[in-house]
């Protein structure tokens, strides 16, 4: 990722850090289930609880992503428990949609050509690692 994708990311991300987390996560989920229904069958969490989670992840990757190095270890456990619920490589594109997706419906103007870019370049960036992990599984 180039420097300015990484502030753009870190910028965009802070409008988000202000609203409730359990909102967020269930606007990306309601699209991910809404595109790939089969998905649901490896939640095992309570929406809210799922919606945390994700939403404290991309707190955490998004406050590293600078420093992608000590992120890598944390994405590579992640790939590694994404893998024991049933989450294939080909599963990181769909979810890869639905986050910009999220992103977008939450910036509404504030969503640029630019604005996907950068986002486009942290998720690749972060699902490269992981798929590389769930392959060597």
Request: contains cysteine.
């Amino acid at each position: 990722m180039q420097e300015q994708q990484i502030e753009l990311v870190k910028k965009t991300w802070m409008v988000f850090q202000k609203i409730d987390p359990v909102l967020v996560g269930d606007v990306f989920y309601e699209k991910l289930f809404a595109d790939h229904p089969s998905f649901r069958k490896m939640f095992t969490n309570s929406r809210d609880i799922q919606s945390k989670k994700v939403i404290d992840m991309l707190d955490f990757i998004v406050s590293r992503i600078d420093t992608i190095e000590e992120l890598t270890k944390e994405l590579r456990n992640l790939a590694a428990r994404h893998t024991a619920y049933g989450v294939k490589p080909e599963y990181y594109r769909p979810v890869g949609i639905a986050l910009l997706w999220m992103l977008q419906q939450g910036l509404g103007s504030d969503w640029s050509k630019e604005t996907e870019d950068a986002w486009d370049a942290c998720y690749r960036t972060i699902s490269g690692i992981m798929i590389e992990e769930n392959k060597a599984i």
